[in-house]
C-alpha cells in the first residue's frame, strides 16, 4: 500500500495479539542473509526475557515463534532475496547464512510491505498472500480522530480530517496542536 497506510502498526498488533516478538527488518541497513539473522537473534536476546534462539547439537540455529516484517522490500540486494527465498519457501522454511549457519525458519511468520509492488521479485509476489492497503476518506479519518479525541463534535473531527485526510500520525498531530491552540 501506499506510504502512511499503517503496514508496520498492522504487523505490530498482529504480533501483540500473538504475543510472540516482532521485528523490522530495513532493508537499507541489510547487506546479507546473515544480517537479517543476526537482527532477530538482537531482538530475541535483547528485547524478550524468555525467547531465545536455540542452538542445535549440529551447530545449527532454531528461531523461535517470532513475526518478521520486511518494510519496503523491493529495496533488498538481490543476493538477499536469493537467501531469503528458501526461508520463506513453505516446502524449505531454512536459511543459510554467507558462512554457512543454518537456520531453521518454520516458526517464523514472515511479513512484507511495499509501497511499489512493480519492483517486486516474482518470487516474494507469488509466495505471499495480499493485503492490499489504501489511503483513508475524510470520513474514515475523521472516525481515527473522534476516537483518540471523544470529548470532540463530529464537526472538529470531520475539520482536522480536511486539513490532513489521508495520514493519520499527522492528523493526529494535527489534532493535538488544535487541542493546545
Given amino acids: 500500500g501506499p506510504a502512511s497506510t499503517v503496514k508496520t502498526h498492522l504487523a505490530k498488533l498482529f504480533a501483540a495479539s500473538l504475543e510472540i516478538p516482532f ?6 541497513s541489510i547487506r546479507r542473509v ?7 537473534k538482537r531482538v530475541c ?4 526475557d524468555d525467547i531465545e534462539v536455540v542452538q542445535n547439537e549440529d551447530g ?4 523461535p515463534p517470532v513475526v518478521v516484517f520486511i518494510d519496503e ?3 533488498l540486494r538481490k543476493g538477499v532475496v536469493q537467501g531469503l527465498l528458501k526461508a520463506t519457501e513453505p516446502s524449505d522454511r531454512s536459511m543459510v547464512t554467507e558462512e554457512g549457519c543454518k537456520v531453521s525458519t518454520e516458526n517464523v511468520c514472515w511479513m512484507i510491505a511495499t509501497t511499489d509492488r512493480g519492483d517486486l521479485f516474482d518470487a516474494f509476489d507469488t509466495r505471499f498472500q495480499k493485503v492490499n492497503l489504501r489511503l483513508y476518506t475524510k470520513k474514515e479519518m475523521s472516525r481515527i480522530i473522534k476516537l483518540n479525541n471523544p470529548d470532540w463534535g463530529e464537526s472538529a473531527c470531520m475539520l482536522v480530517a480536511e486539513y490532513n485526510s489521508h495520514v493519520p500520525r499527522e492528523a493526529l ?3 493535538r496542536d488544535m487541542r493546545v491552540e
Fill in 23 to 28: 521485528v523490522t527488518i530495513e532493508p537499507q
Fill in 34 to 40: 546473515h544480517d537479517i539473522f543476526a537482527e532477530i
Fill in 45 to 48: 536476546d535483547e528485547e524478550y
Fill in 60 to 63: 545449527g540455529y532454531v528461531l
Fill in 73 to 75: 522490500v523491493h529495496n
Fill in 173 to 175: 498531530a494535527f489534532a
